[in-house]
């Protein structure tokens, strides 16, 4: 990983334009060659970024993103403050909590509890960026990333996006279509979903184990 502290402006040309004006920043280069602007604030999230693949030129007092979309982020240099690279070798992976990965596994066992018609392929497919949960073929044949999460936050949409992005440039796969399963989706994230076309689904763990709620029924 390359980190560079520079002062500096950001200026992004595809789906709309979006400027930064010059201030000191932190520029993210990962190994996979994801480029991330980032502030001294904004908790995780970049200001600006260009997810993998990209190209990357560098250029006197200039940085040239391009990728194939036709996407191009132009980070203008004024004065490099910083400028070192860290070999972090391979990630381990998030392991998930008790809950979490038995939810995994509940669904894996049982996939038509996402929905109808859905075989389960593989538990943990990988990506060159990280394992996407499940990965199912639907009634089709079609495939479809699954990711699961205890609580179902923005985050996890995202993260669903970049495995999605990823699994689209393998032609034994696409069209990938994608599932977000948590026990308790938050308003946000399905707005989020939803503008990604990416569907949510919300399970009752006690239910996939077998136990019966507590809440009585009328039938």
């Not at 940085?63 to 004065?79: A, F």
């Not at 070192?84 to 049982?110: M, T």
């Not at 075989?119 to 199912?136: A, F, Q, S, Y």
Request: proline share 5%; charged share 30%.
């Amino acid at each position: 990983m390359r980190l560079v502290i520079a002062r500096c402006s950001v200026d992004y040309d595809g789906r709309l334009s979006a400027h930064l004006p010059m201030a000191t920043r932190l520029i993210m280069v990962k190994a996979d060659g994801c480029v991330a602007i980032h502030a001294d604030g904004g908790a995780y999230k970049p200001l600006n970024w260009m997810n993998a693949p990209n190209r990357l030129s560098e250029e006197e007092g200039r940085w040239v993103v391009t990728n194939p979309k036709g996407e191009t982020l132009t980070i203008t240099l004024e004065e490099v403050l910083s400028d070192s690279a860290h070999e972090l070798g391979v990630d381990p992976g998030l392991q998930k909590d008790g809950v979490e990965a038995h939810l995994q596994e509940l669904l894996a066992a049982d996939p038509t509890s996402i929905a109808d018609g859905l075989k389960l392929v593989r538990r943990e497919w990988p990506t060159d960026i990280g394992p996407v949960d499940l990965l199912c073929r639907d009634a089709d044949g079609a495939a479809v990333a699954i990711e699961v999460k205890r609580r179902g936050e923005i985050d996890g949409v995202e993260q669903l996006v970049r495995y999605l992005e990823r699994m689209e440039l393998d032609p034994n796969l696409r069209p990938v279509r994608g599932i977000f399963v948590a026990q308790v989706i938050k308003p946000q994230a399905k707005v989020l979903a939803e503008a990604r076309g990416i569907a949510c689904v919300e399970v009752d763990y006690d239910e996939l184990r077998g136990i019966e709620s507590d809440i009585l029924k009328l039938f």
